[in-house]
């Protein structure tokens, strides 16, 4: 059975499952070049039939991670936010419903629309649980038989966590919180009260937050943001409103708590990184009540996590060391996109057609690119190149790695999620410490304290770092160990922790040469990796990522086993 999953809300997405296998599975942002777009995502759909050799006529059955007649709650929250604020009302009232009215009316008529953007059907689409999509978007992929299950986003149809257990090929709802009350949308309000862009600069707090300390976390507990007994949590949402928060209106009392908030263009001082470092751990608490609670009531042994607040690999960490879990799971693009993966993998299992067995231990499944294309993008960019064997190439990157140069490495299947894991990467030595101040400010243009990741042979992450279990999609933050700290200081966060992703023998056979090539020179192996851009989404194209390497001074690009050096300056 071929299931067709997609996503047309934010970070619009399609996935491609037969019999529960995944064939392909990419973000529509990749090919309109609009992060986090709200869009039907008809490439990502032509995209992922192209990949499987199939037409949207031979798809058995379409899933759509969204049940769109139950907005009642949202629309009254979001409606009573605009009558405390007529300003918002004006300004991005009209808006809001427009964009609400779009969606709704796409999803109440996505058939024709489907048929008319990218061809005939055969069956009409099928509406699901957002929340227990997301629980099978990790259970169903991962490697256990029973496991708990937390769901933790901004917002579902009218929830914004799900405690569950899945057993087999079975998930169980045992709790939900409704809204207002969302840790989600909490973290994304605090973003934008820190100058930041919520629901897009999230990641931004978390690494911003180990410069600060906590100490509004004791007022944000008090008045902001409460544990229950239970696992509950109640979100003090007059005081800290999302919808306001999005479009920068802070109510007087949270002024008077944490002083005033942070204008986009303005300096970040010390009060800004400790209030990032008291919305982290708040958050972090938070889960860990949620995970307690979970544990209590299922005795599982180990826990998989979806949601957009999955992406907080500081937290899931701290699940993971402090738990008690055996093993905690996270499959790569937790977030809405990786709804549509778990719409078509829970319609499956509905139709009978789902066959667990396959552990989803890479993240390539996105469009790949033959040789002809990389040579045509070359060419067409007036672009010398050298074909090489894979050996030579990876020798001779690797040597200028070791002498500090910058490499855009693209390859492969493009990764599903939003890490660079390998096949559309920036690549550069971790051992030299001003890296990645240079990468900051000279490639990336972003600010100078955001980190960068490692990606080590999974067999010697122990010599570098405290890290019990593989992480092979940089979901983890790992403790550098004190003999490591010297020798990687371009991959260390302020904090002292890394975050990791393992490099197994089998997943991504190239990239593991190409780091083993550069162990043999450096003694080393681990490379700084972070992704193959510039303040856009991930290059998908070799065209992309020729305009990308030049618009930067990065020295060399590799497409394929083709390597372009940086063409002099007229």
């Known amino acids: 059975m071929l299931v067709l999953g997609l996503l047309n809300l934010r970070d619009a997405a399609a996935a491609l499952v037969r019999d529960g296998r995944v064939l392909a599975a990419v973000e529509e942002e990749r090919f309109v070049r609009i992060k986090h777009v709200t869009a039907l995502p008809v490439q990502a759909i032509r995209s992922c039939l192209e990949e499987a050799g199939v037409r949207l006529d031979e798809v058995d059955a379409i899933a759509v991670p969204w049940k769109y007649w139950v907005l009642g709650r949202r629309a009254a929250l979001a409606l009573g936010s605009m009558i405390r604020s007529p300003a918002l009302c004006r300004v991005k009232g009209q808006r809001s419903l427009e964009r609400l009215s779009q969606e709704w009316t796409e999803l109440a008529f996505l058939s024709r629309k489907l048929q008319q953007a990218v061809g005939p059907l055969r069956c009409a689409p099928v509406f699901l649980d957002h929340h227990v999509c997301h629980a099978a978007s990790s259970f169903l992929v991962s490697p256990f038989d029973r496991a708990a299950i937390l769901v933790v986003d901004g917002a579902s149809e009218s929830h914004t966590t799900m405690l569950g257990v899945g057993e087999g090929t079975q998930i169980k709802v045992l709790k939900r919180i409704s809204l207002p009350h969302s840790l989600g949308q909490f973290y994304a309000a605090m973003t934008s009260y820190l100058g ?7 990641y931004v707090v978390m690494g911003l937050a180990a410069y600060g300390e906590p100490r509004f976390a ?3 507990r008090q008045q902001v943001l409460s544990l229950w007994p239970g696992g509950e949590f109640r979100l003090n949402h007059r005081l800290l409103d999302f919808h306001l928060a999005r479009v920068g209106i802070f109510v007087p009392e949270l002024i008077r708590l944490l002083g005033s908030s942070r204008r986009r263009d303005e300096e970040i001082t010390q009060r800004h990184k400790d209030i990032a470092a008291s919305a982290q751990l708040v958050l972090e608490e938070t889960l860990l009540h949620l995970a307690r609670h979970l544990k209590q009531e299922t005795s599982a042994e180990n826990l998989c996590l979806a949601g957009g607040v999955a992406f907080n690999c500081v937290a899931n960490s701290r699940l993971s060391r402090e738990m008690g879990f055996r ?37 390539y499944l996105g469009p790949q690119f033959h040789e002809e ?57 971790p051992r030299r410490e001003d890296m990645r101040e240079l990468i900051n400010a000279k490639v990336k243009l972003r600010e100078p304290f955001r980190p960068f990741a490692p990606s080590v042979l999974e067999e010697r992450a122990k010599e570098f770092f405290d890290l019990p279990d593989p992480s092979p999609f940089m979901l983890f933050t790992a403790p550098v160990l004190s003999s490591a700290k010297g020798v990687i200081p371009a991959v260390i966060h302020v904090d002292g ?3 990791v992703q393992t490099v197994d023998r089998t997943s991504n056979p190239k990239f593991r040469k190409l780091i083993e090539a550069f162990d043999r020179k450096t003694g080393v192996p681990v490379l700084l990796n972070t992704s193959f851009n510039v303040n856009e989404p991930i290059v998908c194209s070799p065209e992309e990522a020729v305009r990308c390497f030049l618009r930067t001074e990065v020295e060399w690009l590799v497409l394929g086993n083709l390597l372009v050096g940086r063409p002099p300056r007229p």
């Open 196 to 202: 930041f862009r919520p629901d897009h600069d999230e």
């Open 218 to 220: 004791g007022l944000l």
């Open 327 to 363: 093993q905690v799971y996270v499959q790569p693009a937790a977030g809405d996109a990786g709804a549509a993966l778990g719409a078509a993998l829970w319609l499956s299992n509905r139709r009978g057609s789902l066959q667990r067995g396959e552990v989803m231990r890479a993240a």
């Open 373 to 429: 294309a990389c040579r045509q993008a070359l060419d067409r960019a007036g672009l010398a190149w050298q074909a090489l064997s894979e050996e030579a190439l990876c020798d001779h990157v690797a040597t200028e790695l070791s002498k500090g140069r910058l490499v855009f490495w693209f390859q492969g299947r493009m990764e599903w999620g939003p890490r660079a894991l390998g096949n559309r990467s920036l690549l550069a030595d």
């Open 497 to 499: 922790t890394s975050r």
